[in-house]
């Protein structure tokens, strides 16, 4: 049965409106719901109301949070939810509590779990982290703190123009996620602050780190067993620890590393600049097809590392060698100054040697003069300019 033109069009309009509609997202204020802008009331409430109900549409939504201080304690906000284009859009500043015995031994401050679709737009993450570094750094028994922001087992996530400040622990956390893109995050903390890597990634794939900058006290990124397609592009780190895979192979059965690219970074005056390092002791883990690519180092400690001793306070690894196994990795493109003489080591593993080691093109200078390099157990080539000489 044919209908007449002016019903095909009706349909057709109504058709239209009803996708606007349901496209139009639904905005909820936490400031409409209860939470109070002056850094001191409790807001934790407003914000997990914010996200009940922004969680329960089905269609998209925004929580907004104007200008101004939110405190808030532990805040889980937890899916699966009924939409998945959720945006936390930040004008302002969310506050942890500057008690540190708050959070405690929580581990978690801010969590996103099981959630999918979920995007946060600006603000600054205020950790009060202070307090505890400075108990820790007193040698008192202290908590362990609390990780600024954690996103657990969830699946499309978009972190932008984020700023974390002054973490208890790591900033940021991304953990049993599958495609997530982090870019212009800053994270700002004293180099001197314990345990405050500014972004550590385990047991995820397909995630993106874009244009950010890292300050902090330990790794800038640390890269856990389990990570697969990691594309970081455009970091400056420092103060810091540098970029690290690792550490790795910690427990004996353990997913591998694969799969990274890590180009166009600067690090001014870090620990480190591009390390690779895993326990020295058995495991099945490895970490394979590593692309290091456009590095500047300015007074690095150790430029190009890659060290499977670790052993940190001497316990459960003397005697033993690394079962984690390193191969493909490419340095190419690296150049700049460091701090120490040796400014390319390879201290690889005696039981698994590291295995097609690349460098290409690499410049680094110690004192204006040619630095050194240093190779246990390690097997691969040089092409092009290598300054030091490769000990490959």
Request: with cysteine; charged share 15%; net charge positive.
């Amino acid at each position: 049965m044919a209908y007449p033109k002016s019903s095909l069009v009706l349909a057709v309009l109504l058709s239209v409106f009803i996708s606007t509609v349901l496209a139009t997202p639904m905005t909820y204020s936490v400031v409409s719901l209860g939470a109070k802008a002056d850094g001191k009331t409790d807001s934790t409430r407003a914000f997990v109301s914010a996200w009940t109900k922004a969680c329960a549409s089905v269609k998209p939504a925004i929580i907004y949070v104007p200008a101004g201080r939110f405190y808030l304690r532990q805040v889980v906000f937890s899916g699966p939810c009924k939409n998945n284009a959720i945006i936390m859009r930040i004008v302002g500043t969310l506050v942890a509590p500057s008690d540190y015995r708050v959070l405690g031994n929580t581990g978690k401050w801010l969590v996103f779990e099981h959630v999918d679709g979920v995007t946060i737009s600006g603000g600054v993450l205020d950790g009060h982290g202070t307090g505890l570094w400075a108990c820790k750094a007193s040698g008192n028994s202290c908590p362990s703190g609390a990780s600024t922001l954690q996103f657990s087992n969830s699946n499309n996530i978009v972190v932008r123009a984020l700023t974390s400040l002054n973490s208890q622990l790591f900033h940021i956390v991304v953990n049993g996620c599958h495609n997530v893109k982090m870019q212009g995050v800053r994270v700002i903390a004293a180099g001197n602050s314990p345990n405050t890597d500014g972004i550590h990634v385990q047991l995820s794939s397909s995630v993106t780190i874009l244009d950010s900058k890292i300050g902090t006290g330990d790794d800038c990124i640390s890269i856990g067993p389990g990570t697969t397609n990691l594309w970081i592009e455009n970091v400056a780190c420092g103060p810091g620890h540098g970029i690290s895979i690792g550490s790795l192979g910690k427990d004996l059965q353990e997913t591998g590393v694969k799969n990274v690219t890590i180009k166009t970074t600067t690090f001014t005056g870090t620990q480190n600049g591009l390390r690779i390092k895993s326990w020295g002791r058995p495991s099945n883990g490895f970490a394979r097809n590593i692309l290091f690519q456009h590095a500047v180092m300015m007074n690095v400690q150790n430029p190009i590392v890659i060290d499977q001793n670790y052993c940190p306070s001497n316990k459960g690894c003397p005697g033993q060698f690394s079962g984690v196994k390193i191969s493909d990795v490419t340095y190419q493109d690296i150049h700049g100054t460091s701090a120490t003489e040796v400014a390319v080591k390879f201290d690889c593993s005696p039981g698994n040697p590291c295995s097609r080691i690349r460098l290409e093109n690499v410049k680094l200078t110690y004192k204006n003069q040619v630095a050194q390099a240093s190779c246990s157990h390690a097997d691969g080539t040089s092409t092009g300019f290598v300054q030091p000489t490769s000990c490959l």
